[in-house]
């Protein structure tokens, strides 16, 4: 399996942007999907965005959709997430994961393999 390590999280104001990237290794990047999910305190984890092998379909939560992007480079072995107009609600970890099975709609437990987490923290 791939593991996965994330990375660009911090402490923002309302309004800010950040990347988040999420770096594989261990097994061919471009045959997984990839999704980046988000757990606040005392809340279940949360699909936010997920990317098809190509690149090609995303899919996002409405909460995030104008706001976020999700995309990937499969020569670097990185997902990103474009975060732009950040909010005080977007405050989580953040974890990136992959699965092999084909199809940007998935419920987490299709997901194969999770990062560590990154936290974010957007301040009003």
């Known amino acids: 399996q791939v593991q996965l390590v994330e990375s660009g999280g911090g402490l923002v104001q309302a309004g800010d942007s950040l990347r988040l990237s999420c770096a594989a290794s261990?097994?061919?990047?471009?045959?997984?999907?990839m999704g980046w999910f988000r757990q606040a305190p005392g809340k279940e984890r949360d699909f936010v965005a997920a990317?098809?092998?190509?690149?090609?379909?995303?899919y996002y939560t409405d909460s995030v959709k104008g706001r976020f992007s999700i995309s990937r480079d499969n020569a670097k072995n990185t997902v990103y997430l474009q975060m732009n107009s950040l909010k005080p609600e977007d405050t989580a970890v953040y974890y990136c994961?992959?699965?092999?099975?084909?199809?940007?709609?998935?419920?987490?437990?299709?997901?194969?393999?999770w990062g560590q987490g990154t936290q974010v923290t957007v301040s009003s």
């Open positions: 994961a992959a699965k092999r099975k084909r199809g940007v709609v998935a419920p987490p437990y299709e997901y194969d393999s």
């Open positions: 261990g097994d061919t990047f471009s045959r997984y999907e």
């Open positions: 990317v098809s092998w190509t690149g090609s379909s995303t």
